[in-house]
């Protein structure tokens, strides 16, 4: 298998261009100039990629100039709407003093492209106040069930992206929007798939700065969400995932190595290689096999098979076997799937002009994979968790029963480092430890001792410091041992 070059599209080189897959074929739409913030020239035009022809057809402007519009496929054509400011119509007042121009308006405004005749039909705004409501942020996700389209993700503060109803919906054969019941835990960062059932919308973090308990689904049916059963894989932010018929797949993801939930850029997060395959009908899970290397980027169902574009790099992991393949070629993305059949850019997830886009298709070779990831079977003896709770002025944590001495060290000293990593919940400039001895090996048992005094009578810090020293030894690789608190 590999990817096969098509011929470019009709149009100058551009940035941050819409790819949705239709009826008719792919549209490649919106966007901006080559340059690195794609703010000096946005474009309104966009072209019709046939398939099975493999020719393009030039869609004329649209009567908004867009990028980051998210678009979704409708029976007759296809919906945009949010994405950068260019897609608002905003209204301007002079003001004398301070800045001379300040926001007083701003209304979404929404597009339909009729891909029967390749013209375009401006939707009535979107009624709902976006200061107070909503705000058209980049990329969310965008559903349809029919004439009605949902979109999620959309941001209701503009510093965090909060919002108690993150669903707004759009009747497109109506000209109607609502907002359905929000969603029971708002968060960010979350993997957000649409399903045949709905949405499906799995792991983040909330504004309170926690990871977001399990997933969850929207039904448009009764527009009521519900809870997905508990995963078997540990909650994380920026998974990514795909829908196969009714079965979802839930790949990869970060945590902090400190256990904590907002992405932070001043630590190296856990990119973590393993998965899970998610019943719609049955509301169960099934663990599947870690891939070769943390699956991220952009992901797809190829009629057979999952396929994740990470790394420059192409992951292939086939649900029968319960196997992965990685193959030495790849494209940044984004990738859509049509006819079944997977495409994507040849040249980066965002720049469309003179780069190709290319189809996924039988015939190469798969890349060498690495090492196979050693199994971790390090058990945590009973009653760790409430001995360290009763002694968090000196708790000691010890390995024992390590086959590989000199590694374990290595991965319990790495775990001593993520111990001191934790911040205490009232200073959260300070680490809470105030002390953390060396880590010493004596007559086959590693450890050391952290002074975490009064970490019980906070939720959740103690629970964190275990986290912190069982992750170190899996991310490490270490194969055997007991982990217990001295």
């Known amino acids: 298998m590999s990817w096969r070059a098509l011929p470019p599209p009709p149009f100058p080189p551009r940035g941050a261009a819409t790819v949705v897959s239709c009826s008719r074929g792919i549209v490649v739409w919106g966007g901006g100039d080559d340059t690195p913030d794609y703010t000096a020239n946005y474009h309104g035009d966009g072209a019709l990629f046939d398939p099975e022809a493999e020719t393009w057809t030039m869609i004329p402007p649209a009567p908004l100039l867009p990028a980051y519009t998210p678009g979704i496929a409708v029976p007759a054509g296809v919906v945009f709407f949010g994405g950068s400011e260019v897609t608002i119509e905003r209204t301007f007042e002079f003001e004398p003093e301070g800045r001379p121009w300040v926001r007083k308006s701003e209304t979404p405004r929404a597009l339909l492209l009729k891909t029967d005749s390749l013209t375009w039909r401006e939707l009535p705004p979107c009624p709902f106040d976006p200061r107070n409501c909503f705000y058209v942020g980049n990329y969310p996700t965008a559903f349809a069930a029919g004439d009605v389209v949902y979109w999620w993700g959309l941001r209701g503060d503009r510093t965090w992206g909060w919002t108690d109803s993150p669903l707004v919906a759009l009747d497109v054969a109506t000209e109607t929007w609502t907002l359905p019941e929000a969603q029971t835990q708002a968060r960010k960062r979350a993997v957000a798939v649409a399903t045949p059932a709905g949405l499906a919308v799995w792991g983040g973090y909330r504004q309170e700065g926690e990871l977001a308990h399990e997933g969850e689904l929207f039904d448009p049916k009764d527009r009521t969400w519900r809870p997905m059963a508990p995963s078997p894989i540990g909650i994380r932010f920026d998974s990514t995932g795909c829908v196969a018929s009714s079965t979802l797949y839930v790949l990869g993801g970060e945590t902090n190595p400190d256990g904590s939930a907002r992405p932070n850029a001043r630590v190296e997060r856990v990119a973590h290689c393993d998965g899970a395959a998610y019943d719609l009908d049955r509301d169960a899970w099934t663990p599947i096999a870690p891939a070769p290397v943390p699956p991220s980027g952009c992901t797809a169902w190829t009629g057979s098979q999952v396929l994740v574009t990470t790394g420059g790099r192409t992951l292939m992991y086939d649900p029968v076997t319960d196997t992965w393949e990685r193959h030495a070629t790849g494209v940044p ?6 006819g079944g059949r997977v495409y994507g850019s040849t040249n980066g997830a965002e720049i469309w002009g003179d780069a190709q886009l290319a189809v996924w298709e039988p015939g190469g070779v798969p890349a060498p994979s690495p090492p196979a990831q050693p199994t971790v079977t390090v058990a945590v003896a009973p009653g760790t968790l409430e001995r360290l709770t009763a002694t968090t002025g000196a708790m000691r944590f010890e390995l024992r029963d390590a086959a590989d001495a000199e590694a ?79």
Do not use: C, K, N, Q
């Open 333 to 338: 993305g984004p990738v859509v799937s049509w």
């Open 408 to 486: 374990a060290t290595a991965a319990m000293a790495e775990a001593r480092r993520r111990v001191l990593a934790i911040r205490h919940p009232e200073e959260p400039d300070e680490a809470f430890a105030s002390y953390a001895g060396a880590v010493e090996e004596r007559d086959g048992v590693i450890g050391f001792v952290v002074d975490m005094a009064d970490a019980e009578a906070y939720d959740g810090v103690v629970e964190a410091a275990l986290d912190a020293v069982t992750g170190a030894l899996r991310d490490a690789g270490v194969e055997s041992g007991a982990l217990s608190a001295g």
